[in-house]
């Protein structure tokens, strides 16, 4: 998606060895314009999916699943990182390991929203080792719910996200992959739209 | 806001003596229509009051305040509430105690992203003790901007926020205010809008 990728090279900010920095548009500040544009693109992609629910992780991947379930005209669900006061009947939990703040979080669903009867359509901001989305696929299908595809707004390539969900059958769609940084400067492969 | 009181009447869930669930449409599965629908009503109440930012905090906040944003065709900041690793410059915090959790966490906004030019428009989903909107305006006064006013989807109107934000002279606008739960029913108080 080459509106993204001319942001991410405009306003991205490359840390250290492999940490990409984007949040004046994307994991801070949003730009609604961009994540409109990128919620539209996904469901052009997937439009004749049949999907019913566009699932995310809180927080940074809320504004472009929100987005995407609008142009899809479906519900739009975050999975929850903490268990909540509120969260008291039928949830769904897996084990999430985080490489880059080294924890492992638990996050929850509650079931009453996934039935088999839902063609759901994962979307988060980043994909880097795949575990969130590992996490989410596992409560989806406890749910019954089938998981049509992971969407991404910016993959890391270089790690090995990609390939666990894509060996495990899941098809992934990222509108922007990070190859490389060079000189403290991103450099792009192929994007998947 | 009666598209959302009534929204409330029909999928809320009062829980014990304080606690009104409503994770169908805004705090776990979001409704993006009833979102954009409360977005524009925000927006409207506003368009003239020149906002330039809309501040919430992650992460039900989220989908209101980006609708508020788009309506109102500015950048929306969702606060953080754990450090990241990618944040590494000019953080600017504000301790927040939740009654409900009964823990205290801390909230952050990069600076960058507030100025003194800047008038604020803070957008939540709930309103109870207003811990948070209170963590919110320090945060933004802090960085020398104007907090023009706290927007809120839900406001508990039997617990004190409302009054200790007006007390200290931060306008308050609520879509729903919640006056007392009888025999597991909402019943509301007239809202702002």
């Given at each position: 998606m080459k509106l993204l990728e001319d942001r991410i090279l405009k306003d991205g900010n490359v840390l250290g060895e492999n940490i990409l920095k984007v949040d004046s548009f994307l994991t801070h500040q949003v730009d609604f314009d961009l994540m409109r544009e990128i919620g539209k693109v996904f469901a052009e992609k997937f439009k004749d999916a049949g999907i019913t629910k566009v699932v995310t992780i809180e927080a940074s991947g809320i504004a472009p699943a929100l987005y995407a379930a609008e142009a899809l005209d479906v519900p739009m669900i975050f999975a929850k990182k903490a268990k909540n006061i509120t969260m008291t009947e039928g949830i769904l939990t897996a084990e999430v390991y985080s490489f880059t703040k080294q924890v492992t979080s638990t996050v929850s669903i509650a079931s009453k929203f996934l039935s088999p009867e839902d063609k759901v359509l994962i979307v988060d901001d980043f994909l880097a080792n795949g575990q969130a989305a590992k996490g989410l696929i596992q409560i989806i299908e406890e749910a019954?719910?089938?998981?049509e595809a992971v969407g991404i707004v910016i993959e890391k390539s270089f790690q090995d996200g990609r390939a666990l969900l894509e060996e495990a059958g899941y098809p992934v769609v990222s509108l922007a992959r990070l190859d490389r940084f060079e000189n403290g400067q991103v450099v792009f492969k192929e994007a998947d739209i």
């Open positions: 019954g719910s089938h998981v």
